[in-house]
Structures are given as C-alpha cells and as structure tokens.
C-alpha cells in the first residue's frame, strides 16, 4: 500500500466548525481504495484573538498573519471558518490541493473546491452544494461510544438544546415551551436526554437542571467529563433540536431517525431553505403543535458525496 496522504484540517478550534472539516476529511479517508489512498489527518488551528484576526481574510494575508505550521507541506488541506481562509490561500499558492467549507464570501476559485450549504446559494464548476453541512457522523462512530450511557427504558428522546445566535432568539417563553413538551414525553415514560451548547442562555440551563435533579428518566449532560454526544444520537429514538443549530439539525438527520425542530422566534431568513430541503428530504419538522408519529427516510450522508467530489477534483487537478 502507498503511504497515506497528508491532509491538514484547518478550523480555530471551537468544535462547530472543525468537525464540518475533519469530518470531510475521516470521510475521504474511509472511502479509500487504490485510487484514493488513506489519509493522515492532521488538526491544526488558527487564534481567533487578536486584531489581525478580526480582519477580512484577505486583509489578512495581505498583512503577513501567519499561523506557525509545519514545514513539511501537505497534498491535501482543508478548512473551515474564516480564520482558516488566509493559510489556505497560501497553501493553493504553494501547490497544496485546498477544499473550503463554507461560503468563503470571496470568489470559489480562490480555492480548488469549495463545498458550501444549498442555502449559500453558490455556484460554479469547483463548488458542491449540499444539504446542511459536512459532519463525522457515522453509524460506526456511534456504535463506538454506544456504552457511555445506558437507557432504562423502551423509548430514548434526545433534545440537543442551542440558544440566542444571530438568526433566533431563546426568551423564559421558548424555554417553558419546549420544557412542557419534555414534561409531556416524561409523563408518558420516555426516558430523555439532553445537551446544551455554549450559546445556551442562563436560564434555560438553569431550567433544564431542574428537571435533572426531579426526574430519574431526565439526564442533563452538562459539559463535566467526556462528551456523550455520539452515545445520545446511537441510543435515540427521536431527535429534538433547537432550529438555531443548523449543524445539529444535519447532523441528527444523518442517523436516518426522527428528527424534529424545537421553534424559536427570530427571523431564519436563508435557514429556512434548509428547513424546507430537510423537510422535504428527511421528513423534519416542527416538534410544538405537531403529530409526534415518526416517518422513515433515508438517513442523510452529504459528507460522503463532499467526499467523492472533492476526491474526483483532486485527480484531475494533481
């Protein structure tokens, strides 16, 4: 066998973003034969501190702010997030093979491809649109950390829990909406468990800690020790999620489960497309007011199509 392919995963860190790039590159590498050799995935990251990185990405190369990387370049690189677009312009420029994720907000072919949301609406003969975004969910991945928690009952819930974000907003009222809808299922024996995220505000935490501490069927994972993210999505039997977390939202449905929206208030604007796609492609919808009856779809799997794309590019472009 050839010795495996460099690819370094570009991203500053926070897990939302580097996952839709390490999740494309785990994707490449397990879709490999002899044409498409395994990869060494390497994370490296950008600071989002400082002056220069509060600059447009062109600005900042253009400025000389350079993260230190390794000498030894890679065949392949990819990124997410803005602070990730100034080194990629600048390994295209050394003959590394880039792949953006995301609307870059600049021209795709700054890049070699560009794999963006359908709801960015971009185009051209580098960029692959997809339903949502990339992610490393996988039925094997799941099964991996299936043994991090252990339901009780017949019937699992998950409820993945955002909050305020640009787009929507999480006020007392929203709260105790969807908090009867969790009393609800309790009442009726279901056993949930539950997540929050860094955007989720005070009082909703507060809230959630409440039903942890009254009910044995309610468990609130609350960020202390090892994450059981991937644990909650093996185990569940519906998925409920804050319409703020785009990512979620894909990355629930690429389960091939019942995947419901927990509304908020706000104006969604361009997410309402991907409402829409992932309504029509894996029966989402809202969770308040709605028949909780689930329907079958097939589990959603962009990342692999991102994968054989970019896969495709790069043969003919190296």
């Known amino acids: 066998m050839s010795e495996p392919l460099t690819c370094w995963v570009l991203s500053d860190g926070r897990r939302g973003i580097e996952n839709q790039a390490l999740g494309l590159a785990e994707a490449m590498s397990g ?72 609307d870059p907000r600049m021209s795709p072919d700054r890049f070699d491809v560009v794999i963006a949301p359908e709801h960015d609406a971009l185009s051209g003969d580098n960029v692959l649109s997809i339903i949502g975004s990339t992610n490393r969910i996988t039925p094997q991945r799941l099964a991996q950390d299936q043994d991090m928690i252990s339901p009780n009952g017949d019937r699992t819930a998950v409820f993945l829990i955002g909050g305020k974000s640009k787009t929507h907003d999480y006020p007392q009222a929203t709260i105790h909406a969807h908090a009867e809808l969790i009393t609800d299922l309790l009442a009726s024996g279901w056993e949930i468990y539950l997540t929050s995220s860094r955007r989720t505000p005070v009082p909703a935490y507060k809230y959630f800690s409440l039903f942890d501490d009254e009910f044995e069927n309610f468990h609130f994972y609350t960020g202390r020790g090892p994450n059981p993210y991937f644990a909650y999505l093996h ?20 389960t091939g489960k019942p995947v419901f929206r927990l509304p908020m208030p706000g104006q969604p604007g361009k997410f ?3 409402y829409n796609a992932l309504e029509a492609r894996c029966r989402v919808r809202s969770a308040i007011g709605t028949d909780l009856t689930p329907q079958t779809y097939a589990p959603l799997n962009e990342t692999k199509r991102a994968a054989a794309f970019v896969w495709d590019k790069f043969h003919k472009t190296v």
Do not use: W
């Not at 185990?235 to 690429?254: G, K, R, W």
């Open 31 to 102: 879709h490999f034969t002899a044409e498409h050799p395994e990869l060494d995935i390497q994370s490296h990251y950008m600071s989002r501190k400082g002056l220069l990185a509060r600059l447009p990405a062109g600005l900042q190369r253009l400025l000389g702010r350079n993260p230190k990387l390794p000498q030894n370049l890679p065949q392949i690189a990819i990124g997410c997030g803005r602070q990730a677009i100034a080194p990629l312009l600048d390994l295209r420029a050394k003959g590394v093979f880039t792949v953006y994720v995301q």
């Open 272 to 274: 309402q497309m991907l």
């Open 235 to 254: 185990h569940a039997d519906m998925i409920f999620v804050t319409e703020d977390s785009t990512n979620m939202l894909t990355e629930a449905c690429t």
